[in-house]
């Protein structure tokens, strides 16, 4: 693991995807698929088409030396203690601002507060109650963003805390607190579908806020199962609609205002969804309406947020869709 294999100048990145893919070559069951997950990590990293990458490639590259002294992944904000100068905070703001928009989060590095747009620690207070015990064990995350819910869970030191996601920006982000962080973490930037098909070694996987945007939800369903090791629990998280079994919103256009939702289920219609697939002990574990307090623009992230997606009222989304709310289900293999 040297090199990337198809190209001839090495890309942007490659060095953190060495030492991360080199720390898993050690593990038993994750081991034999390093050497894919490398030449697959290569392979994104240099054919990408995201022309802001090198920009975002050089704030992280820009980010200061600083001195931790210690880390809190158990609080609301992931946060890195240490004392710096006012000069230095101010450099900092400056590089971590460069990787607008944050949209997950919040996280405090050195007294500087990144106010995402999302308060994900609301997500995770209804979530972390119900996941089992992750010491030692073997985590992946799809579609897991810049990684906050991977450095929450690395409070409970599991074996390996391994999360993919196509966008490059919420990567770059994830290396930026990670400099910091130091969680052990792993962000591979890819899509789900350029991950190995089958890699049955997770003990939890996690697929939230993703479902949704997919075009084949039964395909989503059956792909998660493949990472899955025996007894491994899955925790999908996903846009929702009140109703039974029988119901499910395909929306003609936009949804909120995302042009690429393409099928909200009830509860009900995705509990038996995954009973059909072949998953067990199916149960809802928490259904919310997502409000203002959660999801909302700040600083960090200036474009329109939830309010600007609803219509005056509160009730309906601007398309007239019932507002968006989310339930999180456990199922196990
Ligand atoms: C709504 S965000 C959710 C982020 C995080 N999991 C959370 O719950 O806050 C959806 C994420 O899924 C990613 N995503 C979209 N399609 C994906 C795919 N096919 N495979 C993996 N991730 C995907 C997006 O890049 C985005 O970061």
């Keep these: ?138 985590v992946l995350d799809i579609g897991c963003g810049n990684g906050y819910y991977l450095m929450r869970m690395a409070a409970q030191k599991p074996a390996l805390l391994l999360g993919a996601d196509p966008g490059l920006m919420p990567m770059m982000q994830f290396w930026a607190v990670e400099k910091y962080a130091r969680s052990g973490a792993c962000v591979l930037p890819l899509a789900m579908e350029e991950l190995p098909a089958s890699m049955p070694v997770f003990d939890l996987v996690l697929s939230m806020g993703v479902f949704y945007h997919r075009k084949d939800p039964v395909g989503h369903l059956l792909g998660l199962k493949q990472y899955l090791a025996p007894g491994g629990r899955l925790i999908l998280e996903t846009l929702v609609v009140e109703g039974d079994a029988m119901t499910c919103l395909l929306p003609a256009g936009r949804y909120a205002q995302m042009r690429n939702v393409w099928l909200i289920p009830s509860v009900a219609w995705l509990v038996n969804l995954l009973e059909k697939t072949g998953f067990r002990q199916v149960r809802c574990l928490d259904e919310s309406v997502t409000t203002f307090a959660e999801q909302r623009q700040t600083p960090w992230m200036r474009f329109h947020s939830l309010p600007q997606f609803l219509q005056a009222d509160g009730q309906a989304t601007v398309e007239g869709l019932p507002r968006p709310r989310r339930a999180i289900i456990s199922a196990s293999l």
């Design 1 to 138: 693991m040297t090199e990337c294999p198809d190209t001839e100048q090495q890309p942007p990145m490659l060095a953190e995807y060495q030492a991360c893919l080199a720390k898993m070559q050690h593990d038993a069951a994750v081991g034999r698929f390093v050497p894919d997950l490398f030449a697959r990590t290569c392979h994104r990293l240099a054919t990408h088409r995201q022309g802001d990458f090198p920009r975002w490639f050089a704030s992280y590259q820009n980010m200061p030396e600083l001195p931790v002294q210690s880390v809190r992944f158990d609080t609301p904000a992931v946060t890195v203690l240490g004392h710096i100068s006012p000069q230095q905070q101010k450099d900092l703001h400056a590089r971590l601002m460069e990787l607008h928009p944050w949209r997950k989060g919040p996280f405090d590095l050195f007294g500087v507060f990144i106010d995402s747009e999302w308060q994900s620690w609301m997500k995770w207070q209804r979530l972390a109650p119900h996941l089992p015990d992750l010491t030692g064990r073997r």
